[in-house]
Every structure is written in C-alpha cells, then in structure tokens.
C-alpha cells in the first residue's frame, strides 16, 4: 500500500486530517487510513469509537459547506488490526474550505500527486462557476465575512423585516448557507465601484471634479445620484408671465439610466461603472452587453432580460424599480418635446446610454438641444417625414431664409446625426438618419 492521488495514510488521527478531507472532496474524491504509517505499515488503532466520533464532529464543525453527506468513516481489519477508513467523494458543492480561513487559498484545498496543497484563485473560481453554473449571483463569494450594516438599515426603513430568512429568500445566501455574490453586491464589503467624471466642455480632457463611491451597491447608488444631481442644473425660462424651470436632464431618465447600469451589469467583472458628465451630454458606461438572446431593437421596444434576476428582484422588492424593461422607455418618454433624444451604444462587453442636456450652450446660444416644437430643426424634421427626401431650396422655401442660412442649418444637422447627405453639389439632397 503506498500513498498516491487518492489515498493518504495517518498513523493517529491528527487536526490535519480535515485538509485531506477537503482536498479530496474538490478533486476526484479518495481514502484516508488512520492506522497506518507513511510508510504503509498496518499500526492500527485502539479507541475506534472514539477516534470515529473525533473525525465526524471535527469534519461537521471544521469544513464548509456540510462535507458530512460525501464521507462515510468505518472501521476496517487489515492484518488483523483495526484501522479506520474514511471515504471521501467528490462534493457537488465546490470549493468546500476550513470554516475559518473562508473561500481563499489558505483554506481551500486540492489534491495533487500523493499531497493536500493549496488551490490557486483561479481554481476556486473554476470550481464555484462548474457547481454554481454560469449565473454570477448565485454562485458563492470567495469572502464570507460580510456585513450588511447598510441594507439592513433600508430594509428597517421600509418595514421590511431582514432576518436570515429572508436573506436567504432573496438570494443573500445560498442553498449552502454561504453567502452568494448577490451577498457580496449588496454587502458593506463590496467590491465593485461607481465612477463619476465631471469634464470641462465636451470632450475628456480637463476634470473639473471626479469621485469613486463604494461600499453596498444600494448606497453606491443612492449617494450616486445626489452627486449627479449637483450638477443638473435648472435654466430659468418665462412665458408672459409665467416662470418655467428646465433641468439640464429629466430626472427620471438619470434615475433609470443608473438603475440600468446598476442592475444589469455584469458583476464578473472588476471594472467600475463610468458615469461620464459633460456641458452638453450625460453617459452611463456598464459592463456587460445585451443578455444572450436579445437585441437592440429588443430594447427599444421594452423587451428585457435580466443579467442579475435575484437583484433585479430585491430592487423591485425596495420599490427601486417598478416593473421589467420599462426603464429605457421612460428614459425616451422623459425627452419626448425634445429634438435630440437619449442614444444607446452597444458592444460584446459595455453599454451606454448618453442623455442629451436640454439647456446645453454651444457658442453662446441656447440652439443645441432646443425643446420646442417651433424650431426651424424641427420644421425640417417635419419636412422629411412627409416627403422623406429633401433638397435646399425645399428648405429655403418651407422656412422663408436664405441660401446660406439653409446651408448652415444643414451642416449641423448632419454633425448632430440627424440627417444623411446623398449626392454632392447641385445634386445633393437629405434623408432622415435611421
């Protein structure tokens, strides 16, 4: 008998053993002889029941999740002497780890050759995402000392009772006990980040104030917004009489474009999320593309998946959100009088969604985003849905100016993405940009 990838020998039981244990129910699962020297020599020992009970108590207490139900301990004569053996199988609940140490290396164990080592972090992972499958937030978080110091003061807030119960039913907590990512999103400890960027004029290149928030998502999210809603500021207009407030973005679609980043981004990666403020656009910057199955045009029409389906839930439990793929409707409802609407880019792995700012100034006039359906752009938008295709003069004709000002108007509005130019010179004339 010799000690190989499945079989380990211990001459008494010793604290260790609890190690081989994990070690081989995150492998291919093996046996473990007490009674038996490094060598193979039979020793045997003499308080069996006692040296049983030790094993099991120690396994139960020692080893996460429950390894109890993949290990059987009998007793065994081998050149008649007794020696216990301990069978180990391979666990459906990987990695299991020392209760003490949690999901890191220090306390998960692998088998390699006739010895118990340390598993890498990239193995723990392996592990978690092959037993778990590919749903991010149900699988187990690598760290179990988690504090939800902060939710638990949401929930009191809206009476809404937060024992472990009710973590477990929404998903905080796993079928195993451990705490979930979902946990670790929504636990003081949270690694994951909200970016914010102020830029001065419209491209990146001077800051003009810039912050990192952390800790639960939820006060992430919560302390986002009042940092964003510093810098939406009211222009002031008046009709006869009467004062109208404008802010520079409707705040329903920054609320809703920063609930889209939050739940549905994709929280197997590290990388923040990038909230992006200029003079005349707003951009929310998740990781994560289109759920599999879903397209652009999906979106549009309020089809929606979610990436995050237990967050999306505890969400729309704190009445955070109201109902599923409604959000980027209402972002496009809150610009309706408006010219320039909210875009939305796509790609494998990020997704943005840019809000137009309905007081932006450019050269000194308010003519950027104009909300007013008596715009000379407008009237030429009206133009195009009826006729679909234009020219100059149609232009000069319908708003009674001059040659050189229908030209400057088309200029912009083919650098604002409104319209397509077809043919060049004489020829020349414009479509509606799909």
Do not use: W
């Amino acid at each position: 008998m010799i000690e190989d990838k499945s079989t380990e020998f211990k001459r008494i039981f010793v604290d260790e053993i609890k190690k081989t244990v994990i070690a081989f129910a995150n492998t291919n699962g093996g046996i473990i002889y007490i009674g038996i020297d490094d060598n193979g020599d039979i020793v045997g020992i003499d308080n069996v029941d006692d040296t049983i009970l030790r094993v099991t108590n120690t396994m139960r207490d020692a080893i996460k999740p429950d390894i109890t139900m993949f290990m059987d301990c009998i007793c065994e004569k081998i050149n008649n002497k007794d020696v216990i053996k301990i069978i180990v199988q391979t666990g459906t609940s990987k990695p299991y780890y020392l209760a003490k140490k949690g999901i890191r290396p220090e306390g998960v164990f692998v088998r390699q050759g006739a010895s118990s080592v340390p598993a890498t972090e990239t193995a723990i992972l392996k592990m978690i995402k092959e037993t778990s499958g590919e749903c991010f937030e149900i699988a187990r978080s690598i760290n179990q000392d988690l504090h939800f110091n902060y939710l638990e003061n949401i929930f009191k807030d809206k009476a809404i009772s937060f024992n472990e119960n009710n973590k477990k039913t929404l998903g905080l907590i796993g079928e195993d006990n451990t705490y979930t990512n979902l946990g670790l999103i929504l636990s003081d400890e949270c690694p994951y980040t909200i970016k914010i960027a102020v830029f001065e004029g419209n491209i990146k290149t001077i800051f003009k104030d810039r912050y990192e928030f952390n800790g639960s998502m939820i006060k992430q999210l919560e302390e986002a917004y009042n940092y964003i809603d510093r810098y939406n500021s009211t222009k002031a207009e008046f009709k006869g009489l009467n004062r109208i407030d404008i802010r520079d973005y409707p705040i329903e679609a920054i609320r809703e474009a920063l609930l889209n980043a939050v739940v549905h981004r994709d929280y197997s990666f590290s990388s923040s999320i990038l909230i992006n403020i200029f003079n005349d656009r707003m951009e929310f910057v998740s990781i994560g593309g289109l759920v599999k199955g879903i397209t652009y045009d999906d979106i549009m029409l309020g089809i929606s998946i979610a990436r995050n389906k237990n967050l999306a839930n505890l969400f729309y439990r704190l009445k955070l959100i109201e109902a599923y793929g409604t959000g980027i409707m209402k972002i496009q409802a809150s610009y309706t009088d408006c010219i320039y609407k909210p875009k939305i880019e796509v790609s494998d792995n990020a997704f943005k969604i840019i809000l137009p700012n309905k007081n932006a100034i450019i050269n000194g006039s308010v003519n950027h985003i104009k909300c007013s359906s008596n715009t000379n752009i407008e009237k030429v938008l009206s133009l195009l849905r009826q006729k679909q295709n234009i020219i100059r003069k149609d232009i000069e004709k319908e708003l009674n100016v001059s040659q050189a000002t229908a030209i400057l108007l088309l200029n912009k509005m083919q650098k604002e993405n409104l319209i397509v130019k077809i043919g060049a010179g004489k020829n020349s004339s414009y479509i509606l940009r799909k």
